[in-house]
């Protein structure tokens, strides 16, 4: 970045944090969200995003709003919007295993919510506990609360718990599959009789 404007650096998104060094980030949607989001900044915003060399931008938001702008600035993303409630088992196996498999690739990637919302805290600790890298639910909450400097509400903390679900179900079937692998079936009896010669 050597001999760039600051303006060519772009600025920081609001509310970044780190959640695994250098690899996963989140931040507030670039711009502001609702009566606060400045065109102007959202630009400067992306640029630094580009500037820092992410792979991809994943909006959570519920809308399509602003991706056009990634593209205008050359910004690869994905929009994975966050159901309602009832469809959220399905969508989190689904998003968590694309992010495992992006994060294993070694992308580097930024996630963002229309804000720093308990539903965006809440699908970052879901992920801890998901993908076993934190296995107690109070404690991944209490570590994404540390990392974005404020508590987890009600909506986050009831997808964190629905993660651990998942992430308990995932676990009982790939037991199952490995007893089913290690325990010899019953020898099968060989059909014979008394009376052959």
């Known amino acids: 970045m050597a001999g760039k404007g600051k303006w060519a650096q772009g600025i920081q998104p609001r509310h970044f944090h780190w959640v695994i060094k250098d690899q996963l980030a989140v931040c507030e949607r670039p711009g502001g969200f609702g ?77 963002h919510h229309d804000e720093l919302s308990d539903r965006l805290t809440g699908f970052l600790a879901g992920y801890l ?30 997808m964190v718990v629905e993660a651990g679900r998942l992430q308990e179900a995932r676990r009982a079937a790939q037991a199952a599959a490995v007893e089913q692998m290690i325990t010899p079936s019953a020898p099968r009896p060989e059909s014979s009789s008394i009376y052959d010669d």
């Open 35 to 111: 009566a606060n989001h400045r065109k102007v900044r959202r630009q400067e915003e992306i640029i630094w995003i580009r500037e820092q060399g992410f792979d991809f931008v994943v909006s959570l938001s519920t809308g399509p709003n602003n991706l056009h702008s990634y593209d205008e600035l050359a910004v690869r993303w994905k929009h994975w919007p966050l159901p309602p409630s009832d469809e959220m088992p399905r969508y989190l196996n689904q998003s968590y295993s694309e992010l495992r498999r992006l994060l294993t690739e070694r992308r580097k990637l930024i996630l």
């Open 129 to 158: 506990v998901w993908n076993s890298m934190v296995v107690e639910i109070p404690k991944a909450v209490s570590m994404i609360e540390h990392i974005v400097g404020r508590q987890m509400g009600a909506e986050g903390r009831q």
